[in-house]
């Protein structure tokens, strides 16, 4: 073989290497459903911004499970990990704090988000104005992961019923099986005995903001206990309301409590409304949770991703 042909021939075995390891699959990401891996934090600035109190629970539960390791450590099993923090400090840097974020790096679906500063103090007016971008950062790359596993495995019947009642596609965990139908209303459950998650779904006449009495009112004729005098409605003094954006999808949650007059049950609520200008209706989506025994943050959240999965057929 001559010098030339020698040397097409391994840059082609060399690019087809390429292409191979560029095809190869990442590896699963790693970590518990809002966990977040913290690298290179040495005043905790950045594990107690993400620390803080998740919103509209009952009880006190941060948004974020933290775990802090030193630059050295970030290596082997902790480069799959699903949420990523890295702070990078370098007295060299002599631009203002600043962040960007790469994306399946090592594992997928990853984040890695990227803080570099010159000193503590940057590392501080940092943390100060930027606290809520990261959080949602994190909250988002969360939501995509619930909504992936979603698609892959849902409750099929279940989604089709709402759809024949409701003409709305939402895709919702596999085991959300039980449900009970009224007129213009569905309740649907894991019914488990522990980590009970729910969603009530139902319409309102009419496009304009509905008054929360409207909702309660709905919920009071649906969503009774053991007797009459016993049935479900919202705090209203609990109420807020967050806009959340997903890739081009912007909605808005309303998140609260819920209680159950005349009997000893509660707890988180989060509610969709969708504005159906086909029927001229309102489409509520009310899913919450009742587990008196366990924490509740990231059973909420994944009712939170089903809310963002509505789509009208």
């Known amino acids: 073989m001559s010098r030339l042909r020698w040397v097409v021939a391994l840059a082609a075995m060399l690019l087809l290497t390429a292409c191979r390891q560029q095809e190869r699959p990442l590896p699963a990401a790693s970590a518990n459903p809002y966990e977040v891996l913290v690298v290179g934090d040495a005043d905790s600035l950045v594990s107690h911004m993400l620390s803080v109190p998740m919103p509209a629970l009952p009880q006190r539960e941060p948004m974020f499970d933290v775990r802090q390791v030193e630059p050295a450590r970030f ?19 002599l631009g203002k704090p600043s962040l960007h974020i790469e994306r399946d790096r090592h594992a997928r679906p990853q984040l890695i988000v990227y803080v570099d500063v010159g000193s503590a103090d940057d ?17 988002t790359n969360e939501y995509l992961s619930a909504i992936l596993q979603l698609q892959r495995k849902h409750s099929v019947r279940s989604g089709r019923l709402i759809d024949s009642m409701f003409h709305h596609t939402v895709l919702l965990p596999a085991d959300m099986t039980y449900h009970k139908v009224s ?15 729910n969603l009530c779904v139902y319409t309102l006449s009419g496009m304009d903001d509905q008054p929360s009495e409207r909702m309660d009112s709905v919920l009071r004729a ?14 209203a003094r609990s109420m807020t309301q967050e806009n959340v954006r997903i890739g081009r999808q912007s909605c808005q949650l309303q998140r609260g409590l819920w209680e159950m007059v005349g009997d000893a049950m509660g707890g988180p609520l989060v509610r969709r409304i969708v504005k159906d200008s086909v029927a001229g209706k309102s489409l509520v989506l009310d899913a919450f949770v009742y587990a008196p025994e366990m924490d509740k943050r990231n059973k909420m959240r994944e009712m939170e991703a089903v809310l963002l999965t509505v789509k009208r057929k």
Not at 123 to 139: C, D, G, I
Not at 183 to 197: C, E, R, T, Y
Not at 222 to 235: L, S
Request: proline residues 0%; without cysteine.
């Open 75 to 93: 290596k082997g099993k902790l480069l799959l990990a699903r949420n990523v923090v890295v702070v990078r400090q370098n007295r060299k840097w």
């Open 123 to 139: 590392l501080k007016q940092f943390v100060a104005t930027n606290q809520q971008r990261v959080r949602q950062l994190l909250v």
């Open 183 to 197: 007129k213009d209303f569905l309740w649907v459950s894991n019914n488990a005995a522990q980590g009970m998650q």
């Open 222 to 235: 649906n969503m009774k206990g053991e007797t009459d005098r016993m049935y479900m409605r919202t705090v």
